[in-house]
Structures are given as C-alpha cells and as structure tokens.
Nanobody, 115 residues
Framework: QVQLEESGGGLVQPGGSLQLSCVSS????????MAWYRQAPGKQRELVAA???????SYADSVKGRFTISKDNARRTLYLQMNSLKPEDTAVYYC?????????WGSGTQVTVSS
C-alpha cells in the first residue's frame, strides 16, 4: 500500500513564497508520474504541476513562471516551490502519484494567500 503525506501549507501574504513537500511510503515501484493538484472552495480539483519519472515537467498556465515542481528520489519526496503567490492560489493542495496505472492521493494541505 502506498501512502502520501503532504506538508508545508499555511497562511502567506500576497507575493510571498511557500514550499510544499510530499513524502511517499510503501511500494512505489513502477511510478510513472507525480503531480500536485489543488481544489479551491466551490471549484473542481485542477492539475497544478506534474513531473515524470524522466523529470519532464508541465505546469498549468496560471502558475507558469511562479511554481516549480521537483523531486528527490532518495528522500522519496516531491516538492512544489511556490513563489509570487496570489490570493487566487488559495486552495487545498494534493499530492498525486500514478503507480502502475493506479492513482494515489495524499489528504491535502491548505494554502491560504491573504493579507
């Protein structure tokens, strides 16, 4: 069984930065994609950024140039560096791993951008 645990969320002022982390445990052999999603109140969950096993990355247009996804395989950790945060980035952020055609999710971490 795979478990994902996010951390690093919190309250930050507009223009500030946060780094989210997602640590995995269990059998992650065969992982093909790791990603961050977010869900704001009253909205659907959306893909924020993704990184493949070969380290190719992709980003939602709304976060390009501000967010950076990365991973440390030795630490089994996925990161999301978020800079120049805006109030519209406020959401619960979820870590996702796709392993052998099955999706695994963390429980989420709240990010609130407000003055």
């Amino acid at each position: 069984q795979v478990q994902l645990e996010e951390s690093g969320g919190g309250l930050v002022q507009p223009g500030g930065s946060l780094q989210l982390s997602c640590v995995s445990s269990g059998d992650t052999f065969g992982i093909v994609l790791m990603a961050w999603y977010r869900q704001a109140p009253g909205k659907q969950r959306e893909l924020v950024a993704a990184i493949s096993s070969g380290r190719s990355t992709s980003y939602a247009d709304s976060v390009k140039g501000r967010f950076t996804i990365s991973k440390d395989n030795a630490r089994r950790t996925l990161y999301l560096q978020m800079n120049s945060l805006k109030p519209e980035d406020t959401a619960v952020y979820y870590c996702n791993h796709r392993i052998r055609n099955q999706d695994y999710w963390g429980s989420g971490t709240q990010v609130t951008v407000s003055s």
